[in-house]
Every structure is written in C-alpha cells, then in structure tokens.
Nanobody, 122 residues
Framework: VQLQASGGGLVQAGGSLRLSCAAS????????LGWFRQAPGKEREFVAA????????LYADSVKGRFTISRDNAKNTVYLQMNSLKPENTAVYHC????????????????WGQGTQVTVSS
C-alpha cells in the first residue's frame, strides 16, 4: 500500500486542522493505520492509530481529547482532526500502515507516507 499525507499548513494556537492520508493499492480496508509526527531535532513519535474495522483507536496522552483519528474505507483515506492546537504540536506528520493489531511503535509499521508539515504559531 502507498500512502500520501496532506492537509498540513500554518495555523495559530487554538486553531484546527484536518490531515488526510490517501492510500493506493489493494487491501487498504484491512490495514491498521497510524499517525506519527517528528519535530526538528526530535524522534518520530506516535500520535494516534485506528483499527482496520474502525472499532478501536489509540492516542498519545498529549493529544487525547484534542485529536480524533477516523477512516473512510470507501475512500481509502484516514483522517486526523486536530483541535486546540499548540505550538508544541509543530512537526511533520506522517501516516503509516500495518496489519494484525494496533501499535504505537514506529518500527511496527511496514508502510509509510511522505509527511505533511504542520506549523502552529503562538
């Protein structure tokens, strides 16, 4: 599966953005999907993940209550709705895919898309 993230941009603190990750290739609906982010000089970190059935989700503690992950299997797309954004959320956001179960470690994902830059100004 090939992934392409989009929807990033510049937003003021307190604002919102919705990221999209479109997939091509077969079997999208059978993949568990995750969002990760990488800020300059920092390790890539887990943000959120969603089961292929959309019945289970996971979130990093730092984004719980502000970010929502969802998917539309008919459109081969996963979304990340980000509300109440903070300057520390500035990073390149990447989507990733794997099978079998939800995961929070980047090494557990097999497929990665190019990231989309999110910049939150104070």
């Amino acid at each position: 599966v090939q992934l392409q993230a989009s929807g990033g941009g510049l937003v003021q603190a307190g604002g919102s953005l919705r990221l999209s990750c479109a997939a091509s290739g077969r079997g999208f609906s059978t993949y568990d999907l995750g969002w990760f982010r990488q800020a300059p000089g920092k390790e890539r970190e887990f943000v959120a993940a969603i089961r292929w059935t959309a019945t289970s989700t996971l979130y990093a503690d730092s984004v719980k209550g502000r970010f929502t992950i969802s998917r539309d299997n008919a459109k081969n797309t996963v979304y990340l709705q980000m509300n109440s954004l903070k300057p520390e959320n500035t990073a390149v956001y990447h989507c990733a895919a794997r099978r079998l179960q939800l995961a929070t470690l980047r090494g557990e994902y097999n497929y990665w898309g190019q990231g989309t830059q999110v910049t939150v100004s104070s």
